[in-house]
């Protein structure tokens, strides 16, 4: 099926088109609070309500390395979907690994480094107050089988503009700490706020690492490229039959083999917004915080 606006969506068969669905998850949470956030919090009861579904209708649940692992070999399960978690919310512990458990499912959680044990500090003011895990936490999640990827150290707003030397210590810096506290290789990152570029890439691979999440809004395929991984978001108004829809390989477009000339020139004007005067960065900001607003017809980042 093509996509009026440029992009192709899946077919029907998942497994026949190769399409691969990795759900994005924030906070599992009836909290919803500032409204930039609200798309970012599944209450717990939907949450394991798509657990369930998955469990029931024979999918099977990979982390990201798992799922690089599985593309190396040639070897990805029918009915695969990967789950993931960005940022390192503490909620997480409380509603999400519990539901995980139940159905012998697994994920990967991207931890924001430089706020474990403490709030995300990173959305003040409005969002500021959201408790995020602890390393005694991390640590009992990884030994539940899921895997613990980096998510940088501060969640800097545009990863893919900062300056080279600081961009390398938030990759860098993640991962080391990890490390250190769970006394294993730590191989996948999530980009905070999806951004990327050819050159983040580059850096991660240098690193260590084996794979990393983007964003895009799009259906992953074997063929994705494993530093820009597409995703698609689950969100408060993703009810059972959306759900079912995009795990079954519909609704979403497919990820472009290729960068798109669209995405290039939109960071190129971030770049340059980044080295504007402070008081015009802040504005910039706020309007980057803005509730998302997901048309599913537009063609993948």
Known sequence: ?????????????????????????????????AA??????????????????LYNNGYTTLGV???????????????????TFDDGFADFYVDALPVLKRYNQTASVYI????????????????GNRP???????????????????????????LDVLPV???????????????????????????????????LCQMLKRAGYTSACAVKYAFSTPTD?????ARIIITPDTDQQKFAASVAGKGWPISPVHERIQTKGWR??????????????????ELLSRPIQINRNLPPQ
Request: charged share 20%.
């Open 65 to 83: 390395t798992q799922l690089i692992e599985a593309r190396q070999k040639n070897h990805i399960p029918e009915r695969c979907v990967v789950i």
């Open 1 to 33: 099926m093509e996509n009026p606006q440029g992009g192709n969506y899946a077919k029907e068969s998942l497994n026949m088109d190769g399409v691969i669905p990795i759900l994005m998850y924030h906070s599992i949470s009836r909290q919803s609070g």
């Open 132 to 158: 995020m895990l602890t390393w005694e936490q991390i640590k009992a999640i990884q030994e539940a089988g899921v895997e613990i990827g980096a998510h940088s150290h501060t969640h800097p707003q545009q």
């Open 268 to 285: 190129f004007v971030r770049w340059c917004a980044h080295r504007l005067p402070r008081t015009i960065r802040l504005r910039w900001r």
């Open 36 to 53: 930039f956030f609200r798309p970012y919090a599944v209450p717990p009861e939907r949450f394991a309500e798509q657990m369930a579904y």
């Open 225 to 229: 490229n494993p530093f820009a991984l």
């Open 165 to 199: 030397n600081k961009a390398y210590s938030e990759i860098t810096r993640s991962k080391e700490l990890l490390e250190q506290q769970l006394d294993r290789p730590i191989l996948s990152f999530a980009y905070p706020h999806g951004c990327h570029s050819p050159r």
């Open 112 to 127: 924001t480094t430089g706020y474990v044990g403490a709030t995300s500090l990173w959305m003040q003011p409005d969002e």
